[in-house]
């Protein structure tokens, strides 16, 4: 779920080209070589699997220099809907957040809303999978899973430390629990669909989710699914969409969000790892959480999910978004309601 309004800010008129065709091909190209200073010539453009949020693109190119022609990757990642910030926006916070220390793709070049590919970025391309179920599961990456929980819990203290005066002058929400929750039930009301899981889950978390004032910024969709994962562990995190000034908490319960376990619902840590090796490696890196709120935002983060699930059915249903995707991913609602009863009722998950 959005934890803003939706907005169009940053979106072009014109109608996208496509970024494998001859006329996107020459739009990437001018763009790369803008970026870079030097000539580029497209040699593939092949298209990857992305979230309903985004489309994705490998662009396999070839770039002058001094030295001769040089062989490079990028990544061309462009919005699929006016939800989540700006690319533009979006490429400053990982900017910022790579000044940090946190791993993120080299951004490149953010394209200009007249050369036709729409609100999009270039990123450097980053070896590693991307695909949760392959890491989770493959005897090659077990040395990564084990890595993990220090890696990320490194990360999202990285992250949360860096003071609010870093991300001055980005246009970020910000919000405390309670509103969130709020904004969050809006969504539900304005929907209209009964899910007495939800109404028990809302009520629960009503007296529950905090009123403190922001402290941090928060990644807002830290998971398994958006990282990168090399056989070493964690070579970026990805899907930059939802940043905005929260608590810590968020981040680290959202990660602990039974979806996001893929099957491996023993590890609550995104499926690789226990809640005290994520809480441990935070700490150690400078990070300070609130372990008591921690299990009221996970529990929010089941919530979110299944919100997110029904608020994609309710773009395909409505028509505003016809989508089997969409209408697939709906259909876990019923999957999120058992995971909130048995949360709630066991105090754990």
Not at 17 to 33: Q, T
Not at 54 to 63: K, L, N, P, Y
Request: proline share 7%; hydrophobic share 45%; charged share 20%.
């Amino acid at each position: 779920m959005a934890t803003r309004p939706a907005t169009a800010e940053g979106r072009e008129t014109l109608s996208m080209l496509d970024p494998a065709g001859a006329a996107g091909r020459e739009a990437l190209a001018l763009a790369l070589g803008q970026a870079l200073g030097a000539p580029v010539a497209i040699r593939d453009v092949v298209a990857l699997s992305g979230g309903a949020n985004s489309a994705t693109w490998r662009v396999d190119a070839e770039t002058e220099s001094p030295e001769g022609p040089a062989s490079r990757r990028f990544i061309f990642q462009r919005s699929a809907n006016a939800l989540g910030l700006p690319r533009r926006v979006q490429a400053e916070v990982m900017r910022r957040a790579a000044g940090l220390g946190v791993p993120v793709p080299p951004v490149i070049a953010v394209p200009a809303p007249e050369t036709g590919l729409g609100d999009s970025v270039i990123t450097g391309f980053v070896e590693g999978e991307a695909l949760a179920p392959r890491w989770l599961r493959d005897d090659r990456y077990a040395a990564a899973r084990e890595a993990l929980a220090l890696q990320c819990g490194t990360a999202l203290a990285r992250l949360h430390g860096a003071p609010r005066s870093h991300w001055d002058g980005l246009p970020l929400a910000s919000g405390s629990g309670s509103e969130l929750l709020s904004n969050l039930f809006a969504t539900y009301r304005r929907i209209g669909v009964d899910v007495p899981a939800f109404d028990l889950a809302f009520a629960w978390l009503r007296p529950r989710m905090p009123d403190r004032s922001p402290t941090c910024l928060v990644h807002g969709d830290f998971r398994s699914g958006n990282i990168l994962v090399g056989p070493d562990g964690l070579t970026a995190v990805l899907d930059w969409e939802l940043p905005h000034h929260s608590v810590p908490e968020e981040d680290l319960g959202w990660l602990c969000v039974q979806a996001w376990r893929f099957g491996a619902w023993q590890k609550p840590v995104g499926g690789f790892a226990a809640r005290e090796a994520l809480l441990s490696a935070y700490r150690a890196a400078g990070g300070t959480v609130e372990a008591d709120s921690l299990w009221t935002w996970e529990v929010f983060g089941n919530l979110k999910w299944g919100m997110s699930c029904l608020q994609l059915a309710d773009d395909h249903v409505s028509g505003r978004v016809p989508s089997v995707e969409r209408a697939a991913i709906g259909r876990r609602v019923s999957e999120v309601a058992a995971d909130l009863v048995h949360a709630i009722a066991r105090g754990d998950l």
